[in-house]
């Protein structure tokens, strides 16, 4: 396993330097969050992005993300442009080294919360979902008071987007992620970059769009599309986590065997009721999340690729981006990094007794 921590560029209230003091923090997970969606990545802006990353001591390992643009998602006839506009980021990754690129395929929303500052019974704040509260967000003024994403609508847009996924179920989106993979993965295969899809967060539909990337069985089929080591996927503990029926230990272990987990992001989340949840401490025991077992499947199934800690807690009267202070990431690096080495020295001396 290979730690890493994301960092959003200049506008990220942690410096690098704090990030280079975290014990067995070697990478940062970072993007170009000023390039437009659908414009290509070139590659002097992500070698200068590369240049600040390694001037502080740390390696640019993972991109998080290059946003798909709704058209490639919609299936507009546009789409072959912009998919030809994707794959020549990809190659710019590839030109740099930068091995593994996260994504997702959620259509207009990324990921969704309907509480940033949940307080919980230690005086901490945390990011919170609630179906029933989704209902009440009024989207006729736009995206504007919805977690931040690479995108913001306005309402007409919003508006005239939101009508043309009508006609867009799960099995069209699904056909067209299959025209997606099919023109991109052979590209990063070349370029030398691993893809990992991040599941969909949450895991069910929101404002009735269809959301595909849910389960295990769903990233086995993104897999299944295009049978190359280049079309993986990003674990995610917290967004598989979120739905009960999911069993992240053996999700782990199934997409381990296969190796095709490109990626991971360690975080825990508690279940409070029919589609709500809310996000705590890294530890096991603070959610419904048994990452030591997810650890131990991703040893015992061979994984060495980056992990970071993923959303955290606001802690110790810290403010910023909701979800991503230092203080309470950099425990869960802590934390991850104490399970691996605990997975690790059980496997050693499984393998010393049993010869």
Known sequence: MFLTFRWFGATDPIPLSHVRQIPGVAGVVS????????VAWGREPLARLQGQIEAAGLRLAVVESIPVHEEIKLGWPGRDRLIDNYCKSVCSMGELGIGVLCWNFMPVFDWMRTDLALRLPDGSTALAYDHEALGAIDLSRGTGDLPGWATAYGADELRALLAAYRAVDAARLWDNLAYFLERVVPVAERAGVRMAIHPDDPPWPIFGL???????????RVVGLVDSPANGVTLCTGSLGALPENDVPAIARRLGALHRINFAHGRNVRVTGERRFHETAHPSACGNVDLFAVLRALHETGYTGPMRSDHGRMIWGETGRPGYGLHDRALGAMYLQGLWEGVTREAATHAGAHP
């Open 210 to 220: 269809p959301r595909i990337v849910t389960d295990g069985p769903a990233l086995e």
């Open 31 to 38: 993007a170009l969050y000023d390039v437009p969606v659908g």
